[in-house]
């Protein structure tokens, strides 16, 4: 048969059983595949079921009929020595495979997987797992659905496919001569189209076993024979029923020999494995993973499978429901939306030729009626409905590493579930169970299981009695455990091996202060004291201030976050303070004649270290730190420091309080004198004037002193500073900017009462007006929550709120 004969056949294959063993050549995923399956086993009723997928399986096929086991789970296997060497075989409440499993199972029939076995799969050079087959290099195979597709004359697969299997039976599918087609047609259809497709392809190709992909197929097909000759003979070629992809299923009937098929099978790799059933969830059925047919529309797919009738008008009100509940100004979702929803979906699909309403009628039907030609509430339908967030559960008693069997005891007795619907958490860690969850979170970090990730904006900054995390469970993390393992059988235990290995590991200083950090968060009091040598030993041998300073404020932050958590930070503080004295005595050198990318990185350190050290708030070691400061303000004192980092250190010094304003404006004159070159006192400009510029706002003898000196460059020298004013000036709100812009514009006051022009603006005047300022008391009052009685008063209470 030819393949355009083989794609019409499709919709009109006979209703006879075919002889010998029932080849059910189905899609992965598919829910007309499903249906017709179980169907087809109701009709035959098989002594025995061969299913796609690795022989290790059927230690544990049972647990797929337990009451606990809700799909989509899937069967993980992975090498014993090397859990990172794994592969998945996912299944849906749709997929053919795992309904084919669950009828055997309620029908007391013997199930047994048949394909090349995990143990060759997942052995070095075994071409590895289901996982990933539909992605591997070099890999020839063409996408038969699409080739039918466009057999057919269609240029949409997934449509296609949609019309002629996921809508049969809705009205129930006829043979051409006007019969009812029976339980076995699509199969005997989709056997005929994947013989002709395979003829041409491998013809094309010249052998089966032409290229890669082809000798994995063929490898795998001839365990596949064997498997089946071996049912074959002890059931008898009727009693046998078997449910695989459908492009094998030519392979299983062409006459070859078993001792062929063993020559194949001869020498392969092997490897011990394990296997067991793990959660897997709707988003990563939607992608190409996975017996190599994902599916879009995982969400849409389970609700055909699942309505017992009229799927169309329950998937809309679901859809409405939805709407309703996640819209805050309440969506337009009313019964009677609903019903023209529905009557524009059929209507769309009559235009369009198609037999019922697919997934682009709905979704067109539902952005038009529902969403009103919306986008953003049909991003809300798509990932809740369209793909689903659903997670599937495995019973208790599935076999699991120790590590595992830990981790899902900590999550019952926190009553903190995985999901796959990403969700922010937000812990009080003065709470025990918040603080339980958040140790939990953090030494699972530490183990590589990223099931949580830290959010700092929300929980108000580090070291903080409270912290926020966005949490998202993925079935890959079941691998990151089973890999975790080899540290401990507890969480507890793998975390802080796993913390001693990484502190003999790390080869700088910042790395094993980090470590120290993480360490206090997760709470593992027995792993620091290794942390702590480590620490110690590496600080002693770094003589880098910039080390030195980039490692201080993790240390720090861990001495607070021994303070919020009641642990013992003692050791940590001895040696946060002692590298603060190593950096107060090496960093005036450490700063001398530096070039501008050093010196933009000398600020940072230095930013850094002023807010560890005040953190710190030992008197005498911020004493010391504050004299560091101002001997590298002053030009005198500080011969060859960037004009950056003398103008930072002024800027430290006076919002700390320690240095006056007019000190600060003698010093900012010293700066922009005419004998200092332009870019060392722009640079001076940009280290003063970081973070903001509400000092030029606030104060005119510093504006007028940057007023002068821009006045007052030569133009030959305008052109090299105009990039760094520029990049001082950009960082500033656009609020700032445009005030400052309004203060030159109007005219500045020059240092010792001299007055420019005033230029009459809006909005300014020369001295504050009382009595308007006033005017502003009754709300700041509401705003700080005290009384309003005698808001409005003039005079005395406005001088007073303005010199507050």
């Known amino acids: 048969m030819s393949v355009h004969g083989a794609a019409a056949a499709v919709t009109a294959a006979g209703a006879a059983p075919p002889p010998g063993p029932l080849l059910l050549g189905v899609r992965h995923h598919g829910p007309g595949s499903a249906r017709a399956v179980l169907a087809a086993l109701e009709a035959h009723g098989p002594s025995v079921l061969l299913v796609e997928g690795p022989p290790e399986a059927g230690a544990v096929v049972g647990l797929a009929a337990h009451e606990e086991m809700r799909p ?8 014993a020595d090397d859990p990172g060497r794994a592969a998945f075989w996912p299944l849906a409440g749709f997929s053919p495979e ?3 499993v669950r009828w055997a199972l309620e029908h007391g029939v013997p199930v047994r997987f048949f394909d090349l076995p995990a143990a060759h799969t997942l052995a070095p050079g075994g ?22 597709a466009e057999t057919a004359g269609h240029d949409d697969p997934e449509r296609w496919w949609e019309d002629v299997v996921e809508h049969r039976g809705v009205p129930p599918a006829r043979t051409a001569g006007g019969r009812p087609a029976g339980p076995y047609a699509p199969f005997t259809a989709l056997a005929d189209a994947m013989t002709a497709l395979r003829d041409a392809y491998e013809g094309a190709s010249g052998t089966p076993s032409g290229g890669a992909g082809h000798r994995r197929d063929a490898v795998r097909e001839a365990h596949m024979r064997l498997r089946l000759r071996e049912a074959c003979g002890e059931f008898g070629d009727d009693r046998v029923a078997v449910v695989c992809g459908a492009w094998h299923v030519p392979a299983l009937t062409v006459r070859t020999t078993a001792a062929a098929d063993r020559r194949l099978l001869r020498g392969l790799p092997k490897v011990r494995t394990e296997i067991t059933w793990v959660p897997w969830t709707n988003e990563r059925l939607a992608r190409r993973s996975g017996y190599g047919a994902g599916i879009t529309s995982p969400g849409w797919y389970g609700h055909l499978f699942a309505a017992p009738d009229r799927p169309l008008e329950r998937w809309m009100a679901e859809a409405a429901r939805l709407l309703r509940e996640e819209s805050r100004a309440g969506a337009p979702a009313s019964p009677a939306h609903v019903i023209e929803a529905v009557r524009l979906a059929d209507a769309l699909a009559a235009l369009r030729g198609r037999p019922l309403p697919g997934l682009a009628e709905t979704l067109d039907a539902v952005r038009a009626v529902l969403c009103e030609g919306s986008d953003l509430p049909l991003a809300l339908v798509h990932d809740r409905l369209v793909v689903g967030d659903v997670l599937g559960t495995v019973p208790p008693d599935a076999p699991a590493v120790p590590l595992q069997r830990d981790l899902a005891r900590l999550q019952r007795s926190l009553r903190l579930g995985p999901e796959a619907r990403e969700r922010e958490l937000d812990l009080d860690l003065r709470e025990e169970n918040a603080a339980a969850r958040s140790r939990l979170l953090h030494r699972l970090r530490l183990l590589g299981v990223d099931w949580g990730e830290p959010v700092r904006g929300r929980s108000g900054g580090t070291g903080t009695f409270r912290e926020a995390w966005r949490l998202r469970w993925r079935p890959e993390l079941s691998v990151r455990i089973a890999e975790a393992g080899v540290w401990g059988t507890t969480v507890a235990a793998a975390a802080g091996a796993r913390a001693e290995a990484l502190a003999r590991e790390a080869v700088s200083l910042a790395d094993t202060t980090e470590l120290a950090e ?33 490692a201080l404020p993790a240390l720090v932050r861990s001495v607070r976050y021994g303070d919020v958590r009641g642990t013992d930070a003692a050791a940590l503080r001895e040696v946060a303070e002692g590298i603060a004295e190593r950096v107060c005595v090496g960093l005036p050198p450490a700063c001398a004649g530096l070039g501008a990318a050093g010196a933009a990185g000398m600020r940072g350190h230095v930013d850094a270290v002023h807010r560890a050290v005040v953190l710190l708030a030992r008197e005498d070691l911020l004493t010391r730190w504050r004299s ?6 002053g030009r005198d004192r500080a011969p060859g420091v960037p004009g950056l980092l003398r103008g930072r250190c002024v800027r430290l010094l006076l919002d700390d309080g320690r240095l006056s304003g007019d000190e600060a404006a003698r010093l900012m004159g010293l700066a922009l004198s005419p004998g200092a070159p332009p870019v060392d006192a722009a640079g001076w400009i940009e280290g003063f004037l970081a973070d903001g510029g509400t000092l030029l706002v606030h104060d005119e003898r510093l504006l007028a002193l940057v007023d002068g000196w821009l006045a007052g460059i030569p133009e030959e020298a305008f052109t090299g500073v105009l990039p760094l004013l520029r990049r001082t000036f950009a960082a500033y709100e656009p609020g700032v900017r445009r005030t400052v812009g309004e203060l030159v514009r109007r005219g500045t006051r020059v240092p010792g009462g001299a007055a420019a022009a005033w230029e009459a603006v809006p909005g300014f005047g020369e001295e504050p007006d009382p009595e308007r300022a006033c005017a502003v008391l009754p709300t700041l009052r509401l705003l700080l929550g005290e009384r309003t009685e005698g808001a409005g008063r003039g005079g005395a209470e406005g001088e007073e709120v303005t010199g507050r």
């Open 72 to 79: 989509p789970v899937a069967l993980l296997a992975h090498a």
């Open 98 to 100: 795992w309904v084919a």
């Open 127 to 148: 071409g590895g797992g289901e996982e990933n087959e539909e992605g591997r290099a070099g890999e020839p195979r063409p996408d038969p659905l699409r080739v039918l």
């Open 518 to 550: 993480r360490c206090l968060l997760a709470g593992l009091g027995e792993a620091l004291p290794a942390v702590m040598r480590a620490l110690a030993d590496r600080a002693a041998l770094d003589a880098d201030v910039g080390h030195l300073a980039q």
């Open 628 to 633: 560091v400061l101002r001997s590298l303000a």
